[in-house]
């Protein structure tokens, strides 16, 4: 069965990255692309962007535009998603999606929290 | 970017009763495409309908998904206990992908 197995939580001071993995197991990594979401405390689903497992090319959220990387590993079958310069308002919960045949989201992982404070 | 705009923002039903949730665009989605997920509290979200209509894996048929250009509708025919959640719906067929505010349904 398709999972999403994404890393653990993490807390970090403004200014501080942080690398978030995603693994994936169950399918061909390489067929399907891998899309990040993020949540903040109460608030709704934001689009962060998306990575083709197969060629590794980008589409990123044009507000995180210079402080978000994501990669993928294709030996592990992993995603990693990182964002530089955080600030307050990045403390979210950090969520990858796989993208379905016909671009839906259609696995998720268990998601991850990012905590940033001073 | 296409903004979503869902309503309403909480619906309070009962059990058994028929909830219907709208999804609307501020321009055309293309090829319909716009996805409805469920999320509980403390969990991922849970994909529902993808294609505007279409039932994903194991979604029972009591979740149907209507619409196309830039309304879009999510209709529980029966509501059980477990439905009741916020509800997210989200265009992919353009980038940025976006998704709605979030309707709240809950039990009345």
């Known amino acids: 069965q398709v999972q999403l197995v994404q890393s653990g939580a993490e807390v970090k001071k403004p200014g501080a990255s942080v690398k978030v993995s995603c693994k994936a197991s169950g399918y061909t990594f390489t067929s399907y692309g891998i899309s990040w979401v993020r949540q903040a405390p109460g608030q709704g689903l934001e689009w962060m962007g998306w990575i083709s497992a197969y060629n590794g090319n980008t589409n990123y959220a044009q507000k995180l535009q210079g402080r978000v990387t994501m990669t993928t590993d294709t030996s592990t079958s992993t995603a990693y998603m990182e964002l530089r310069s955080l600030r307050s308002d990045d403390t979210a919960v950090y969520y990858c999606?796989?993208?379905?045949?016909?671009?839906?989201?259609?696995?998720w992982g268990q998601g991850t929290l990012v905590t940033v404070s001073s | 970017e296409i903004v979503l705009t869902q309503s309403p923002g909480t619906l309070s039903l009962s059990p058994g009763e028929r909830a219907t949730l709208s999804c609307r665009a501020s321009q055309s989605v293309s090829s319909s495409y716009l996805a409805w997920y469920q999320q509980k509290p403390g969990q991922a979200p849970r994909l529902l309908i993808y294609g505007a209509s279409s039932r994903a894996t194991g979604i029972p048929d009591r979740f149907s998904g209507s619409g196309s250009g830039t309304d879009f509708t999510l209709t529980i025919s029966r509501l059980e206990p477990e439905d009741f959640a916020v509800y997210y719906c989200q265009q992919y067929g353009s980038s940025p992908n976006t998704f709605g505010q979030g309707t709240k349904l809950e039990i009345k």
């Open positions: 999606a796989r993208i379905g045949m016909g671009a839906e989201y259609d696995y």
